[in-house]
């Protein structure tokens, strides 16, 4: 199995930046993918960013286009969601995601525990 530690998670005001890591061990995820969802209560969980683990290329959610952007440190199996430009309408508990291929949307996953990100007005 893999697991998944997130941290960086927090409140910053409208139009401020945070950086959401999220830390797999367990298992290799070299040809796999890694994502970040986001979820607020009563909603269903959302899509935000995916990186392909090998070749590094990225997926983003239109509503996170040119905001936020995806790496990933290979040494370390740890991603990097860098936040920028957060609006209030980012508030939701982000949840890291991992699957051993490529496929992020696979029900064949690895869920981190989720991390709060609150961003005032």
């Known amino acids: 199995q893999v697991q998944l530690v997130e941290s960086g998670g927090g409140s910053v005001q409208a139009g401020g930046s945070l950086s959401l890591s999220c830390a797999a061990s367990?298992?290799?995820?070299?040809?796999?993918?890694m994502g970040w969802f986001r979820q607020v209560p009563g909603k269903e969980r959302e899509f935000v960013a995916a990186i392909n683990w090998s070749s590094g290329s990225t997926t983003y959610a239109d509503s996170v286009k040119g905001r936020f952007t995806f790496s990933r440190d290979i040494a370390k199996n740890t991603g990097n969601l860098r936040m920028n430009s957060l609006k209030p309408e980012d508030t939701a508990v982000y949840y890291c995601k991992v699957s051993l291929t490529a496929d992020i949307t696979t029900m064949f996953a690895f869920w981190g525990q989720g991390i709060q990100v609150t961003v005032s007005s």
């Open positions: 367990g298992r290799s995820i070299s040809s796999g993918a």
